[in-house]
């Protein structure tokens, strides 16, 4: 059974930094494609970035490059969210999300293309 379980998060300040755990477990992140997404009040969920199985090919929204940095720990099979440089247009609930497959979908961390979704956690940027 695949789960996802997240963690880190909170109320930050401008300028500051979090950084984001996604835990998985009944399979190993090293062969699936794990993607960030967040869905800020009012708005659809979005896609962040996302760690393909294979080549470990990133993907970042324009927004958040060269800010977040996503990673992968096969060891603790966790992938994780570093957070730097925090706006307040960043303040959304975070989801982690994963899916076997790379498809087209999936290649360009659209969330249409995954399965199988983390609890979301609150990440709230004050200005």
């Known amino acids: 059974q695949v789960e996802l379980v997240q963690s880190g998060g909170g109320l930050v300040q401008a300028g500051g930094s979090s950084r984001l755990s996604c835990a998985a477990s009944?399979?190993?992140?090293?062969?699936?494609?794990i993607g960030w997404f967040r869905q800020a009040p009012g708005k659809e969920r979005v896609g962040v970035s996302c760690i393909h199985s294979r080549e470990l090919r990133t993907v970042y929204a324009a927004s958040v490059k060269g800010r977040f940095t996503i990673s992968r720990d096969n060891a603790k099979n966790t992938v994780y969210l570093q957070m730097n440089s925090l706006e307040p247009e960043d303040t959304a609930v975070y989801y982690c999300?994963?899916?076997?497959?790379?498809?087209?979908?999936?290649?360009?961390?659209?969330?249409?293309?995954?399965?199988?979704w983390g609890q979301g956690t609150q990440v709230t940027v004050s200005s």
């Open positions: 999300a994963a899916d076997p497959l790379i498809t087209v979908q999936t290649a360009a961390c659209s969330r249409e293309g995954f399965d199988s």
């Open positions: 009944g399979f190993a992140v090293k062969d699936y494609v």
